[in-house]
C-alpha cells in the first residue's frame, strides 16, 4: 500500500468500482496526520494516478512515508504475525475484523480462486477465537463490483472499493496485503488459493485440498 493525501479534491471514478470523492489535504511538518484525509492505494494503481492527475492539469498526490501505516495509532496486525502469537490475540471489540488489501487480484479468475481461502481463513480464526462468533472480512478492491460478483454470498465478507483512508484501516484488528503480489517470486508458479493462503500466513499444505 502507498499512503497518500492530494492538494486538491478531487472525484476518482473506477473503471468497475463506485465513485470515490477524495478531499484535499496538505500535511503540516510537526502536526498530527489527519487520517480521514490519508488514503491507501494500491502500488500497482500509484503511476496510473500521478499520470491521471497530470494529464488533467492537476497536481500530483503527495506520497507519505509507508511506515506511517504500520505505526499508526491503532493499526491492524499483520495476519501473518497473528498466527505466531502463543494465546489467542484480545480485542477490546466484540468481534474480529479483518482487512484484505487487493484480496481477489484483478480479475474474475483471481476472484473464483481467492474465495476458498476466504473460507478457510475465516474457519481458522473461528478456531482460534472461539469466544468471538463475529469475524468480518472486509475485502478491499479496485474492482470492487466485479469481486462482489464473485465474493458477495461467502458468509462474513464484505466487498469495498479502493482506496481506503487511514482512518478506516486503523478500525480493524487484522490485514493482509496483496498489493504488488504480482512482483512475488512465488505468483507466477503456485496454484492461486495456495498463494493467497500463504499470503495470509496460513500455510497451504496444511489445508485438505477439498476444501481448496
Known amino acids: ?120 481463513l475465516r474457519r481458522r480464526l473461528k478456531e482460534q477465537n472461539s469466544g468471538i462468533s463475529d469475524i468480518r472480512l472486509d475485502v478491499f478492491s479496485s474492482l470492487s463490483r466485479r469481486t462482489e460478483a464473485i465474493m458477495g454470498n461467502i458468509s462474513g465478507v464484505r466487498v469495498r472499493p479502493l482506496p481506503l483512508t487511514l482512518h478506516e484501516f486503523t478500525g480493524y484488528d487484522l490485514y493482509t496485503d496483496f498489493s504488488g503480489m504480482m512482483l512475488e517470486e512465488s505468483f507466477a508458479h503456485t496454484h492461486m488459493t495456495d498463494f493467497a493462503l500463504n499470503q495470509m500466513g496460513i500455510e497451504a499444505a496444511t489445508v485438505e485440498d477439498l476444501l481448496k
Not at 480485542?91 to 484484505?100: A, I, M, N
Open 1 to 120: 500500500m502507498i499512503p497518500l493525501c492530494f492538494p486538491q479534491q478531487l472525484l476518482l471514478r473506477g473503471q468497475d468500482s463506485p465513485d470515490i470523492q477524495l478531499l484535499s489535504y496538505r500535511p503540516e511538518i510537526g502536526k498530527t496526520l489527519d487520517p480521514f484525509r490519508v488514503y491507501l492505494f494500491l502500488e500497482e494503481t500509484y503511476y496510473a494516478m500521478v499520470n491521471n492527475c497530470q494529464s488533467g492539469g492537476m497536481k500530483a498526490p503527495i506520497v507519505l512515508v509507508p511506515e506511517i501505516v504500520k505505526t499508526a495509532p491503532k493499526a491492524p496486525l499483520e495476519l501473518k504475525k497473528y498466527w505466531q502469537w502463543q494465546e489467542p490475540k484480545q480485542t477490546s471489540r466484540k468481534g474480529l475484523r479483518v482487512c484484505l488489501i487487493n484480496g481477489g487480484g484483478g480479475g474474475l479468475g483471481d476472484a473464483v480462486m481467492f474465495a476458498p481461502a476466504l473460507k478457510i
